[in-house]
């Protein structure tokens, strides 16, 4: 494998926060990992330190709890990466607020790493809100939108 693809890998290493990632290519296969194979504590200490910021989390979020744009079903972003509303920059949004969507409909797309990941609805509904601009990057797990069962009929 060229050098040049090598650095390039721990370069979106680095820009996407991911842990590790392996690549094969043909024959030849490379694994880049930020914790190191020799101290198997490491990757297990990591998710523990973690959970003190999480735990910080709530007073942050009480508030949101009181939002009432949070009364619908939440479809979150399944990986880090940026968030397109539409197929192109000329052509109009997937959806919009008010739309009325179906399980399975597109409701956006998010580019990671040069690849397009369309995010369908896991739900029928009426779009309550859209938490992300066009172009924004959004992390793991972030609100994309708010869908509103109720009005499913």
């Known amino acids: 494998m060229d050098i040049r693809k090598v650095k390039k890998l721990i370069e979106l290493l680095d820009e996407s926060g991911i842990a590790e ?23 297990v200490a990591a998710p523990i330190a973690v959970a003190a910021p999480v735990a910080a989390a709530p007073t ?3 508030p949101a709890a009181l939002d009432p744009e949070d009364d619908g ?19 109009a949004p997937y959806v919009q607020v008010g739309d009325r969507v179906n399980e399975g409909d597109t409701l956006c797309i998010i580019e990671a790493m040069k690849m397009m990941n369309q995010i369908e609805s896991d739900v029928s509904g009426v779009v309550k809100s859209i938490r992300v601009q066009n172009g924004e990057p959004v992390e793991y797990g972030q609100t994309l939108i708010v869908i509103d069962q109720r009005q499913s009929d």
Do not use: D, K, N
């Open 60 to 62: 942050e979020a009480a």
């Open 21 to 43: 990632i392996e690549i094969t290519e043909g024959e030849e296969s490379v694994r880049i990992s930020r914790y190191s194979q020799s101290a198997p504590i490491a990757p």
């Open 73 to 91: 079903f939440l479809i979150t972003a399944p990986m880090v990466g940026t968030f397109y509303a539409a197929s192109s920059p000329g052509a």
